[in-house]
């Protein structure tokens, strides 16, 4: 399957601030990644499609102004926190479509102080 | 809306056991049936994909899927302690994945 990395794996930050979380496709190029986003205790959440050389497709009830997504070249997409707050305290995590099937990133835990 | 379902359990079974974790789904447009395995504060990985009708076997694994009854489920066998973890189906008909909230599994020594 693909190999999928996540930085930073966990991050603190004070409310107000903007975090930029990136994921990469290590052994092939992908035009598509998927966000999602994970509070505890419940599933998966998609936020958005992050598509290469065109804008992200944002997921009903996602703020894309405060979710920024940038899929900077066919191995990187980066997902920015803008003015985080406590409620956005969760495990963000990305994925890549490989074939039939789509691999996770190791996540990133964001909490907001 | 897709939806797909899953008992949250916790679902006990002694090491050594079969576990039997089941879904179902309300999508009959749906092509591609996943299990993915979250460990407490990871991320899901994959381990099996579905496409059609009967079982698929993977060691220790077997997914059944029964499009007619919207109906997948997940055996494993001789359970170990390390099996515990939470159980993610998920599907996909040509969109992105759609995901269950998760059964929780429990192997006891």
């Known amino acids: 399957g693909a190999v999928v990395s996540q930085h930073p794996s966990r991050v603190i930050c004070k409310s107000g601030t903007s975090v930029k979380i990136e994921c990469r496709s290590l052994?092939?190029?992908?035009?598509?990644m998927f966000w999602y986003r994970q509070f505890p205790k419940q599933s998966l959440m998609l936020m958005a499609t992050?598509?290469?050389?065109?804008?992200?497709?944002?997921e009903q009830g996602v703020e894309k102004d405060k979710f920024l997504i940038n899929h900077a070249s066919l191995t990187l997409s980066t997902l920015t926190v803008t003015s985080a707050h406590p409620e956005d305290s969760s495990f963000y995590i990305c994925?890549?479509?490989?074939?039939?099937?789509?691999?996770f990133g190791p996540g990133t835990r964001l909490t907001v102080l | 809306q897709k939806e797909v379902e899953q008992n949250s359990g916790p679902l006990s079974v002694p090491e050594g056991a079969i576990a039997s974790l089941n879904c179902t789904y309300s999508?009959?447009?749906?092509?591609?049936f996943f299990w993915y395995r979250q460990y407490s504060g990871k991320s899901p990985e994959l381990i099996m994909s579905?496409?059609?009708?009967g079982d698929k076997e993977d060691g220790r694994f077997t997914a059944q899927l029964n499009k007619a009854s919207q109906y997948v489920s997940l055996l494993i066998r001789d359970s170990q302690p390390s099996d515990s973890a939470t159980y993610l189906c998920?599907?996909?008909?040509?969109?992105?994945?759609?995901f269950g909230k998760g059964t929780r599994l429990s192997v006891i020594a």
């Open positions: 998920a599907l996909t008909g040509n969109t992105p994945l759609v």
């Open positions: 992050s598509n290469e050389g065109s804008k992200a497709t944002y």
């Open positions: 994925s890549v479509p490989y074939g039939t099937e789509q691999f």
């Open positions: 579905i496409y059609s009708n």
């Open positions: 052994d092939f190029q992908a035009t598509t």
């Open positions: 999508d009959r447009g749906s092509q591609s």
